[in-house]
């Protein structure tokens, strides 16, 4: 793996633009920060709804607003990686049983957690170049896995992530097709230390620091290639079940 404070993304040619969806959270900050410091990159492009270029995901239009203005930089995007996602509000917590699910929360999570995703496919997928090794990655979630599922609950959070995975791995075929040398992926990046993990720290799970949870990412992105295109990783770079 590259050194863990500073991903080289050496598998990528130089000179291209990085994109970061997302960058207002825990794990999209610090990927953006390791892809500004490893100098492979022409411009890092931060995104989020109040950044210097807004994007909602669950606005089409500001979706193809933000392509548009990343269509006009020089340079090819040779990284785009969707760290957005929903898991709990101050209205939506995650479902402990079948009782708890409302039609309200599960549209909720599959509009962040699939449908916005899916859009960001849509759009920034037809910018990745034809020749040379480009990225497309999103965060999914272990949760999504439906053969590693042994607890059940979090009806909305794990469907929606499932979808995700589903979505991910097909438009993987079709990008195939035109850029053999294009890499998708879904990554897992285990639970880290943010406002999302905040209210399940006591319940024993492994928490990690932002900074080492993109870095594991970053290694994971730099080591992959298009043979493993539309799988679903862990942080460590292993496969996970479907």
Known sequence: MTDSTQPGFTSFPGGGIAVIAGESGAIGGAFADMAEACGRFRAVVRLSRRGTIPLDVLDERSVASAVRAIAAMDGDLRLFLDATGFLHDDRFMPEKSLR????????????????????LMKHFLPLLPRAGKSVLATLSAKVGSIGDNRLGGWFSYRASKAALNQL?????IETARRKPEAVCLS????????????????????????EEAASDIASVIDRLTSADSGGFFDYKGEAIAW
């Open 187 to 210: 990554v897992h990046p285990g639970t880290v230390a943010s406002a999302l993990s905040a209210p399940f720290e006591k319940t024993g799970l492994h928490v990690r620091p932002a």
């Open 100 to 119: 708890d699910i409302t039609p309200e929360h599960m549209a909720h999570a599959f509009a962040v957690n699939a449908t916005g995703p899916a859009l």
């Open 168 to 172: 991910l791995h097909t438009a993987a």
